[in-house]
């Protein structure tokens, strides 16, 4: 058996977890939230032994990523800092999430139980892709839980810390990504590597990738997406589209209807790409799709789309809503119970909350540092659209086909600040992009200013030192 004797974790109205005692895999197998806890002497070290095996594979794969990925002098700089976030992960996995340091989280331990309980499945199914069709608590987390059930099964028991490498690296992927999208953006090369540091390091972004949570999917497959939309608005390849659609395939997995908000640039970037159509009518219709995909509903019935237009009238449905508000961080709004009303209000709560008088647990508060480093880049990412405007309107327009209907669709069902906080990551990310073109100096602004400078009387002079003066 995979599963010996587990501890039964309940996630608390606090944000913390209650455990108590669950005597067989049967009971992990009924109750969603199983998690083990204990196995027999001999199974425990081999699980052990497997668990450092996988985190050294992972370490030696982000290596290569890195090269295959970067030129040699980008690489050489971009590796340590790189590795360095993969090891700090696993030490806010050990010493901080998993040691109860800070009372955060709760869904980390579902997907090790559901991870649990896929591992169990394949012992007397066989292995193979599960869905919620096997095991209905899957519903949108099926790619990670099957990733993490996956390591579990190499390792012949629950394994957290290589799990929290495998997702470690897939936040390490996805700085790299980062880098490669802001250069894509025109971004120079010292704002990409900036902004590559930020996101290896922004606060939340490091705790939700650093044990056993589905964020660090979400993000890397939504920004990816968006990235390769971005490239498909400079020039299309067939092969830059084919990329796109495994990626597509695990965001339904992860976030269904993140599908849908990463599609619409992705149709975009092929329409630019191939055709003469001026920028204002391509805005217009934008406008127009982004209105139809806000407020369309039963259009297309028993498809793909319909199933993510009713996930999104579940999130918006005053009943989730409801029971959304009433955690911790819950915001109830006078709205009359529909999500439309007092748009304006939810739109400042889901951009800027939390604020930094908002009073709540240590990790809300803790979450302030974030709030920081996200109103500076929004600030940076205003002047970033600007450039773009006089630049690249069309890849700008691109960025902006996630980033504006993305944020209206979240304010529409915003209810818990801790929710959405979570939630915006891929628009922040993709947000900061614009902040990187902001930072980089504009080609030729650097001679200019030091041609002003010489004709400038008042300025001081440059007295070049010679070896004997320094």
């Not at 930020?198 to 890397?220: C, E, I, Q, R, W």
């Not at 920081?372 to 691109?398: D, N």
Request: net charge positive; hydrophobic share 50%.
């Amino acid at each position: 058996m995979i599963v010996g004797q587990s501890a039964l974790i309940k996630k608390s109205s606090q944000g913390g977890v209650i455990s108590g005692p669950c005597r067989s895999a049967e009971i992990a197998m009924e109750q969603p939230s199983a998690l083990a806890s204990s196995l027999p002497c001999y199974l425990y070290q081999k699980a052990a032994l497997m668990e450092y095996v996988i985190v050294a594979a992972a370490a030696v794969t982000l290596v290569l990523l890195v090269k295959a990925n970067l030129d040699v002098v980008t690489a050489r700089r971009v590796l340590p800092a790189l590795l360095a976030a993969f090891a700090v992960r696993l030490i806010v996995h050990t010493l901080v999430l998993r040691a109860g340091l800070i009372e955060y989280g709760g869904d980390n331990l579902a997907y090790e139980a559901k991870a649990m309980q896929i591992a169990n499945h394949w012992r007397f199914e066989g292995v193979s892709f599960v869905t919620s069709d096997e095991i209905a608590s899957l519903r949108s987390v099926a790619v990670p839980c099957n990733v993490f059930a996956l390591i579990i099964y190499l390792c012949g028991g629950p394994a957290p810390l290589a799990c929290t490498a495998v997702v470690a690296l897939l936040a390490c992927a996805l700085c790299v990504v980062i880098y490669r999208f802001a250069r894509l953006m025109g971004a120079d090369e010292r704002a990409a590597f900036r902004l590559m540091l930020l996101t290896a390091f922004m606060p939340a972004f490091l705790v939700h990738t650093s044990d056993m949570y589905k964020d660090g999917f979400n993000a890397f497959l939504v920004v990816s997406c968006v990235g390769i939309a971005a490239s498909l608005a400079k020039g299309f390849r067939m092969s830059r589209l084919l990329l796109a659609a495994p990626f597509l395939w695990c965001l339904w997995y992860v976030r269904p209807y993140m599908v849908f908000m990463c599609a619409i640039p992705l149709l975009f970037g092929v329409m630019i790409s191939r055709s003469n159509v001026s920028t204002r009518k391509l805005f217009t219709l934008s406008a127009l799709l982004a209105v139809a995909m806000l407020f369309s509903s039963g259009v297309l019935d028993d498809t793909p789309l319909d199933q993510m237009q009713q996930q999104l009238d579940n999130g918006q449905s005053e009943v989730v809503r409801r029971a959304n508000a009433d955690g911790g961080s819950g915001v109830t709004f006078d709205d009359g119970g529909s999500s439309w009303s007092a748009l304006g209000t939810k739109l400042v709560y889901t951009v800027l909350s939390p604020f930094l008088w908002t009073q709540g647990s240590l990790a809300l508060q803790l979450s302030k540092i974030d709030m920081v480093i996200w109103y500076f880049l929004l600030f940076y990412a205003a002047r970033g659209v600007s450039r773009l405007w006089h630049r690249s309107r069309r890849t700008l327009l691109v960025l902006l086909l996630f980033i504006v209907p993305g944020t209206i669709a979240y304010a529409t069902t915003m209810a818990n600040i801790g929710l959405i906080f979570r939630q915006r990551i891929p628009i922040v990310l993709v947000t900061s992009v614009l902040s990187a073109v902001a930072w980089s100096r504009i080609p030729g602004e650097r001679s200019q200013a030091l041609a002003s400078e010489a004709e400038d009387p008042a300025a001081p002079a440059r007295i070049p030192l010679s070896r004997s003066s320094r």
